[in-house]
């Protein structure tokens, strides 16, 4: 048998899920990002959201501002789809390089508030998008209260999904943040139309670690962590050579006292380790080789941009991150501070 790997270089990879909120807060988190990432789909749900193309440009310019000086980092942005987006801010937002625009179902996680309620409303804008070649990144559960939260993402693929796609067959759409054996199945038996994106903490961690020792806040984030089955069929697409998987962190910062909250907040962040959580994700899953692709290679060819130029590197050697980060005034607990990753970004 061969000796393990000690260092792997790979292509530049890119985040295709990302929340890295707005002001004082970016300062913090691009940094993290652009370390690693050349370049991340920024989510809309800003407070109030992003759902033009003058917005989307200038929140990008906030983003570019963030960024330190000689890294090079570009933010691919996104509109948040509403009840009433009209049709025609499409082909300005396309005018503009804004790429996708996300689905929210009214009330299903953080700052959904605006998102729809009811996706026949936004058929017109759809429509648009089709015929542009916009995509539609989609965060896939159903918000009734009477389907148990942990069944939301299944229920969504029969109730939503299904005919949204018999309506726009061309519409090309990202599955985000996928946690079930369902998503992964269905999105894998699908065509090119339809992707997905897979973060590190559901490739990592099941449901149990919310719950191991007293409530855990920091690993509770929409869709919520499930079983091990699914998180061993998320591991096995994200190895699996099926183009249609690719990286996407779904890195979401909050301040740690509403984490550490009666209602805490939703969000996991992993922006500051994240290549490093995915590398020890395939490490242990035997499939190194099989980073590349599905960091690097893969979310490009389905969003149809070149692949970044440049390379990073990772090395095994055992590192702890912080136990917290400046967040603007409060502080940002980042996932698995103060605890050993056996991967180390070092160059
Ligand atoms: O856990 C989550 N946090 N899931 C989401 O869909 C949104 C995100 C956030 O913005 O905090
Ligand atoms: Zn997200």
């Not at 691919?76 to 005018?95: F, G, Q, S, V």
């Not at 919310?210 to 869709?223: A, K, N, Q, S, V």
């Not at 909050?254 to 994240?274: F, I, N």
């Not at 959580?277 to 690097?296: I, Q, R």
């Amino acid at each position: 048998m061969n000796a393990p790997a000690q260092t792997i270089t790979i292509t530049r990879p890119d985040d295709w899920h990302l929340h890295v909120r707005d002001g004082e807060a970016l300062r913090t988190v691009v940094p993290h990002t652009a370390a690693q990432f050349g370049r991340a789909i920024i989510m809309p749900n800003l407070k109030p959201p992003v759902t033009t193309a003058a917005q989307a440009q200038a929140y990008a310019g906030r983003i570019r501002a963030a960024v330190p000086a000689g890294v090079a980092f570009e933010p691919l942005m996104t509109l948040y789809l509403t009840d009433n987006l009209p049709a025609d801010e499409i082909a300005r937002a396309k005018d503009a390089g804004v790429v996708a625009a996300k689905l929210y179902p009214a009330g299903a996680t953080t700052n959904s508030d605006a998102g729809v309620t009811d996706i026949r409303k936004t058929y017109r804008t759809l429509e648009a998008m089709q015929k542009a070649g916009m995509l539609l990144l989609v965060h896939g559960e159903v918000t009734s209260p009477d389907i148990d939260l942990f069944d939301r993402e299944a229920v969504f693929i029969e109730q939503q999904l299904k005919p949204l796609r018999r309506d726009f067959p061309e519409l090309k759409i990202v599955m985000e943040h996928i946690t079930t054996k369902e998503a992964a199945q269905y999105v894998a038996e699908s065509d090119q139309y339809l992707g997905a994106t897979l973060t590190a903490h559901h490739l990592l961690y099941n449901r149990n670690a919310i719950f191991t020792g007293g409530i855990r806040p920091h690993y509770y984030c929409l869709p919520v962590l499930k079983r091990e089955i699914h998180r061993q069929a998320l591991v096995a697409a994200a190895i699996g050579g099926n183009a249609r998987f690719f990286l996407g962190t779904d890195s979401a910062p909050h301040p740690a006292h509403l984490k550490e909250h009666a209602t805490g907040c939703a969000g996991c962040y992993t922006a500051h380790a994240a290549i490093e959580m995915y590398a020890e994700v395939f490490d242990a899953a035997g499939a190194l080789d099989k980073l590349e692709a599905f960091a690097s290679f893969n979310g490009p060819a389905f969003y149809g941009l070149p692949r970044n130029t440049g390379t990073i590197t990772l090395k095994r050697e055992s590192w702890t991150p912080p136990e917290s980060f400046a967040f603007g005034e409060a502080e940002l607990k980042p996932l698995r501070s103060g605890e050993a990753l056996p991967w180390k970004l070092i160059a």
